[in-house]
């Protein structure tokens, strides 16, 4: 991460600042802090991680246990059938196909809530994004991304940060998204204020969540079955009737919905090349995504 051009990015999470400055440290010029001056904050950059030291929540032991559990060898493998043949990729992730939708490449992205950096490493490994940066509040996280992108070979910035203090100024990247994000957060207000936040940093949206169907349902029971409990904390599906109602709250303009046509990675990589899923894998879409247009 250059401090020339994060400068140009960052705002005080705390107080809004905008005029941060940076302090480069003794260690070398991939270290150094960005201060505030007008609250005192102060917020450490190394390597391409900024950390901006974000409280916690009881969700977050939820996520950090995953990332440090998790098999990543699925996902891998998956993926690098997907780079082989794009068909693959468009099965599983919409947010390949609403892309088609608006002119691209584009510049940055910022993905909130990262996980495993699956979706921004999909946008710059097909080149759909130039600059892409991955924001969580789990380390654990925000490693299992660096390794995932390190494996492909490509690089992204890494946030440390909670979603609702990104310390980014208004429209500061050119895409926000989140994918199995939205449906963590309990009330209406904290959902509004997520979808807010996207909208706020960039001029596009692109939100991906489950829906309240039959499929998600039974895949939710045998997931619980298998693993002897629920492991992913609080999550109450969002239908794609209320995506469509935050983002217009929001003043966005909506330019395209749509859902995942296969669900596991056995289906996605086998069942890709079935003509027009579109219509037939509706009644069993567990996950649904909306790409919106911030109007303001
Ligand atoms: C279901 S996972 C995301 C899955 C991800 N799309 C993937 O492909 O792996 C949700 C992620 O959001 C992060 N998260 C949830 N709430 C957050 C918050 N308030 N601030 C920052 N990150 C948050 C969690 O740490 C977790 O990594
Ligand atoms: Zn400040």
């Known amino acids: 991460m250059k401090a020339t051009e994060i400068i140009h990015r960052v705002r005080c999470p705390d107080c809004g600042n905008e005029r941060l400055e940076v302090h480069v440290s003794t260690a070398g010029r991939d270290e150094f802090r960005i201060a505030c001056a007008n609250c005192g904050l102060s917020m450490s950059v190394s390597g ?10 009881s969700q977050l032991p939820v996520w950090e246990a995953h990332y440090r559990s998790e098999d990543q060898e699925p996902l891998l493998r998956a993926l690098e059938a997907g780079f082989s043949d794009r068909r693959i990729l468009e099965a599983h992730y919409p947010l390949v196909r609403l892309l088609g939708k ?4 584009l510049r940055s992205s910022i993905e909130l809530g990262c996980g495993s950096g699956a979706f921004s490493l999909v946008l710059k490994k097909l080149g759909l994004v130039e600059e892409v940066t991955l924001l969580d509040y789990s380390i654990a996280s925000l490693t299992t991304a660096q390794e995932l992108f390190k494996h492909f070979d490509m690089e992204c910035d890494l946030v440390h940060s909670t979603i609702g203090e990104a310390p980014f100024r208004a429209k500061a990247f050119e895409l926000a998204l989140s994918a199995g994000v939205i449906e963590h957060y309990r009330s209406r207000a904290a959902r509004y204020s997520c979808m807010s936040k996207h909208l706020e940093l960039a001029s596009y949206a692109f939100l991906q969540a489950p829906v ?26 969002v239908g794609i009737f209320e995506m469509h109602r935050l983002a217009r709250r929001t003043g966005a303009r909506v330019i395209g919905h749509d859902h995942q046509y296969f669900t596991s990675f056995p289906l996605f990589t086998r069942l890709h090349w079935l003509p027009m899923p579109g219509w037939y ?16």
């Open 102 to 105: 608006i002119p691209c490449p």
């Open 281 to 296: 894998t509706i009644p069993f879409a567990n996950e649904v995504a909306i790409l919106a247009r911030s109007q303001r």
């Open 212 to 237: 309240s169907s039959p499929f998600y349902w039974l895949s939710r029971t045998v997931y619980t079955a298998m693993n002897r409990g629920w492991p992913f904390g609080f999550e109450r599906p």
């Open 48 to 57: 391409n991680i900024l950390d901006s030291d974000p409280a916690g929540d």
